[in-house]
C-alpha cells in the first residue's frame, strides 16, 4: 500500500511494523525512505493527515488501544485495511479527534511491486465516519480504483464473499494440483496443464453469468462420469477433496438448472453425491 500510495505522490513518511527491522525491511522493499518505527515507538509518529492500521485482523484492537492511548491525534482521520471487520473497532480514536473508516481492496497481494500494481486498479469497499469515507474515495480515485460501500454489520459476510473468491480458490486449485499429481505428473507440470484451464474460466466469467459460464461433467449431467470420479477419488481415501468435490458438484446442478434446460439426471446425481460422502463420514 505505502508503495501504491507513493506512485500516486503521496507522502509516505513513516512505516511502522511490530519490530523497527521490520519496518525498515518494508521500506526498503518499496524502495521508500520514510522513518521506520516499532510497535513501541508509536510516541514517535509524524502528524499527518490519513493514518492507515494495516495490521492483521487479531492485531488491530490492540493497536487501536496503543495509538489512543498517545498525548495526542497523529491524523485527522484513521482507516483500517480489515476486509472483515468494521470501521467501529477504531472508535476509541474516535474520542481522540480522530475520523474513523475502513478502506479494504480486494486484490490478491503476494508480492510487493506485483501487489502495488493490483492496488492501483482494483475495488475498495469503504465504510465509516463520513469524512472518512470522502478521504478513502479520494485515495481510491488517486489509485486509480474504484469503490463501493457497504454497512458495517455486513463486514465479515462480504470478507467471506472475497475469501471464497480468492484464497478459497488458489486452495482449490492446490487441491486440483494434488488430485493430478495421483495421476503421475509432478507438480510443475500439473501446474502447466491446470492453470490454462483455470485462466479460460476466468475469462469466461468476465463475460458471461455464473451459470453459462459453467462447463462439463455437471452442466451435461453426466451420471456415469461422476460415478466414476468419486470411485477414484474414494480410492485416494481424501476425504477433503472428496468433500469438496460433493460440495461444488451440488453448487453445479444448481447452476445448470438456473440455465433453465432440464439436466439429465441431476436428482439421481444429487444422490450419489451425498451417499458417497456419507460413506467416506462412517469410513472415517
Same mark, same amino acid.
Given at each position: 500500500?505505502?508503495?501504491?500510495?507513493?506512485?500516486?505522490?503521496?507522502?509516505?513518511?513513516?512505516?511502522?511494523?511490530?519490530?523497527?527491522?521490520?519496518?525498515?525491511?518494508?521500506?526498503?522493499?518499496?524502495?521508500?525512505?520514510?522513518?521506520?518505527?516499532?510497535?513501541?515507538?508509536?510516541?514517535?509518529?509524524?502528524?499527518?493527515?490519513?493514518?492507515?492500521?494495516?495490521?492483521?485482523?487479531?492485531?488491530?484492537?490492540?493497536?487501536?488501544?496503543?495509538?489512543?492511548?498517545?498525548?495526542?491525534?497523529?491524523?485527522?482521520?484513521?482507516?483500517?485495511?480489515?476486509?472483515?471487520?468494521?470501521?467501529?473497532?477504531?472508535?476509541?480514536?474516535?474520542?481522540?479527534?480522530?475520523?474513523?473508516?475502513?478502506?479494504?481492496?480486494?486484490?490478491?497481494?503476494?508480492?510487493?511491486?506485483?501487489?502495488?500494481?493490483?492496488?492501483?486498479?482494483?475495488?475498495?469497499?469503504?465504510?465509516?465516519?463520513?469524512?472518512?469515507?470522502?478521504?478513502?474515495?479520494?485515495?481510491?480515485?488517486?489509485?486509480?480504483?474504484?469503490?463501493?460501500?457497504?454497512?458495517?454489520?455486513?463486514?465479515?459476510?462480504?470478507?467471506?464473499?472475497?475469501?471464497?473468491?480468492?484464497?478459497?480458490?488458489?486452495? %482449490?486449485?492446490?487441491?486440483?494440483?494434488?488430485?493430478? #499429481?495421483?495421476? *503421475? =505428473?509432478?507438480? &510443475? !507440470?500439473? @501446474?502447466? +496443464?491446470?492453470?490454462?484451464?483455470?485462466?479460460?474460466?476466468?475469462?469466461?466469467?468476465?463475460?458471461?453469468?455464473?451459470?453459462?459460464?459453467?462447463?462439463?461433467?455437471?452442466?451435461?449431467?453426466?451420471?456415469?462420469?461422476?460415478?466414476?470420479?468419486?470411485?477414484?477419488?474414494?480410492?485416494?481415501?481424501?476425504?477433503?477433496? %472428496?468433500?469438496?468435490?460433493?460440495?461444488?458438484?451440488? #453448487?453445479?446442478? *444448481? =447452476?445448470?438448472? &438456473? !440455465?433453465? @434446460?432440464? +439436466?439429465?439426471?441431476?436428482?439421481?446425481?444429487?444422490?450419489?453425491?451425498?451417499?458417497?460422502?456419507?460413506?467416506?463420514?462412517?469410513?472415517?
Amino acid at each position: 500500500m505505502a508503495l501504491a500510495l507513493d506512485a500516486c505522490g503521496y507522502d509516505v513518511r513513516a512505516l511502522v511494523s511490530r519490530e523497527a527491522s521490520g519496518a525498515r525491511r518494508a521500506a526498503a522493499r518499496a524502495g521508500l525512505k520514510t522513518l521506520a518505527l516499532g510497535a513501541v515507538e508509536l510516541g514517535r509518529l509524524p502528524t499527518v493527515e490519513l493514518l492507515f492500521l494495516a495490521t492483521p485482523d487479531d492485531a488491530l484492537g490492540e493497536t487501536v488501544e496503543r495509538i489512543a492511548s498517545l498525548p495526542d491525534a497523529r491524523a485527522r482521520v484513521a482507516l483500517h485495511t480489515s476486509g472483515a471487520l468494521s470501521s467501529e473497532l477504531l472508535a476509541p480514536l474516535r474520542g481522540r479527534g480522530y475520523r474513523i473508516g475502513s478502506m479494504h481492496p480486494l486484490a490478491a497481494v503476494s508480492e510487493t511491486r506485483a501487489g502495488a500494481r493490483s492496488l492501483r486498479r482494483a475495488f475498495y469497499c469503504v465504510e465509516g465516519d463520513a469524512r472518512a469515507v470522502r478521504d478513502a474515495r479520494r485515495v481510491v480515485r488517486d489509485l486509480g480504483g474504484r469503490s463501493f460501500t457497504i454497512a458495517p454489520e455486513d463486514k465479515a459476510l462480504y470478507h467471506a464473499a472475497a475469501v471464497l473468491t480468492a484464497g478459497h480458490v488458489v486452495a %482449490l486449485f492446490d487441491t486440483a494440483l494434488d488430485t493430478l #499429481r495421483r495421476c *503421475g =505428473l509432478n507438480e &510443475r !507440470r500439473a @501446474r502447466e +496443464v491446470l492453470l490454462p484451464l483455470l485462466r479460460g474460466t476466468v475469462e469466461n466469467l468476465s463475460t458471461q453469468t455464473p451459470e453459462r459460464a459453467l462447463t462439463g461433467t455437471f452442466a451435461r449431467g453426466d451420471l456415469k462420469t461422476v460415478l466414476n470420479h468419486l470411485r477414484a477419488l474414494q480410492k485416494g481415501r481424501d476425504e477433503a477433496t %472428496l468433500a469438496a468435490y460433493v460440495a461444488l458438484g451440488e #453448487r453445479s446442478l *444448481g =447452476l445448470a438448472a &438456473r !440455465r433453465g @434446460r432440464a +439436466v439429465p439426471s441431476a436428482e439421481e446425481i444429487r444422490r450419489v453425491l451425498r451417499r458417497a460422502l456419507g460413506a467416506a463420514r462412517v469410513k472415517g
